[in-house]
């Protein structure tokens, strides 16, 4: 046996949705319609030059979010995926006897990424009805702590954070201490109350904002998203970013996305649509569902998860279940929210109590 970090050796390792030939997948949040027209265009264009390395800068995307954002291309990094941003994010701010605060339970990648950096995951427990405990993390944060990450809407609970209580939050944070608000569903939050992590960026000197293109955009494959961040943390992301991460295709076909942002917006919507139909329906069925701000509903099925998770997976239906918690249901397609409501229908719902 060769020698291996120790830390390494005991981390999780991250479990991907699963897919089961036959089945319909609604266990990894992933966009069920298909590339628009115009952006299979630009990827198929882009194909015939996969000989040459990308643009490491990534000067186009990055002027495209900044003209979209009103920011500075400056303030705008990027990597493969948020979560490879997140992780520039953790490891630019947190090494060894660092600590990272964040809510649990989020988004799981993130105490993966904590522990890989060296750094002290410190996991906040969500309040009774799964929402983030922002008063609970203000008062987890130490002299050690170097970053906060604040899912806005929660992944997988759907809850998301008003402008109030962050305001509230950010108050209480020390000035020195980077609060990252990761916005992966934010085109599906339709809550006026939900703090928009731009403005937070605007007002606040130590947030930095995360977004990707492969929820409602629809380029999970592709891997792209990026953070919105001061001159000084942006620098720093791009110097621990993996070099050329970020693929022609992807920074092509994301520039095209947000050419075509009204045409996506109207799939979010029919999305956001659906989410209500099954919220409505699972309700009307008995389940206690909370309302979700996401492309995805939650049930916290408590000790019936697994149960509940082997009855829809009986009949073709993959949903993601998350230990004794609950279990989230991403909203695909109508056809596969029917098929999902008409497999959940016989389960005898969890009593609300
Ligand atoms: C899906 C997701 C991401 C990012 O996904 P990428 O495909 O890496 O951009 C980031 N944060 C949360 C909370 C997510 O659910």
């Known amino acids: 046996m ?37 952006v299979a265009q630009v990827v198929r264009d882009q194909a015939g030059s996969i000989q040459l390395y990308p643009d490491m800068g990534a000067v186009a995307i990055r002027a495209r979010i900044a003209e979209r954002f009103e920011v500075r291309p400056e303030e705008v990094a990027v990597g493969a995926g948020s979560v490879e941003v997140a ?6 701010a947190a090494g060894e006897g660092d600590e990272v605060v964040f809510a649990w339970r989020s988004f799981e990648a993130y105490p993966i990424l904590v522990q890989i950096a060296g750094a002290t995951p410190v996991a906040v427990p969500l309040t009774a009805d799964d929402r983030h405990d922002l008063p609970a993390m203000a008062a987890a944060i130490t002299e050690r702590t170097r970053l906060v990450l604040v899912c806005n809407p929660n992944n997988p609970t ?21 609060v990252v608000v990761d916005e992966a569903y934010v085109h599906f939050n ?9 403005d937070f960026f605007r007002r606040y000197e130590n947030v930095a904002v995360l977004h990707t293109f492969s929820k409602a955009y629809g380029l999970a494959g592709l891997r792209i998203g990026y953070a919105i961040a001061r001159e000084q943390v942006a620098d720093n992301l791009r ?10 295709l992807a920074q092509q076909a994301a520039i095209a996305s947000l050419d075509a942002e009204a045409e996506l917006d109207e799939r979010v919507q029919v999305l956001v649509a659906e989410r209500a139909r099954m919220t409505e329906e699972l309700r009307r069925l008995g389940w206690p569902v909370l309302d979700s701000l996401g492309n995805f509903v939650w049930i916290r099925t408590g000790e019936r998860t697994s ?12 949903a993601r279940a998350y230990g004794t918690d609950g279990i989230r249901i991403s909203v695909g397609s109508p056809e596969m929210n029917d098929r999902f409501l008409a497999a959940i229908a016989p389960v005898a719902p969890i009593s609300a109590d």
């Open 239 to 248: 110097k621990v970013a993996v070099p050329f991460g970020v693929s022609a």
């Open 158 to 178: 759907g809850a998301g954070v008003s402008t109030a209580e962050l305001d509230e939050f950010m108050k209480a944070v020390p000035s020195d201490v980077l």
């Open 87 to 92: 992780n520039q994010l953790i490891s630019a």
């Open 190 to 198: 339709n809550d006026p109350e939900s703090a928009d992590g731009i």
């Open 307 to 318: 149960e509940i998770d082997v009855a829809l997976r009986e009949s073709a239906v993959i």
């Open 2 to 38: 060769v020698k291996q970090r120790e830390r390494v050796e005991q981390l999780p390792t991250y479990i991907q949705g699963k897919s089961i030939p036959g089945a319909i997948k609604l266990s990894s949040n992933e966009n069920p319609y298909p590339p628009l027209e115009s």
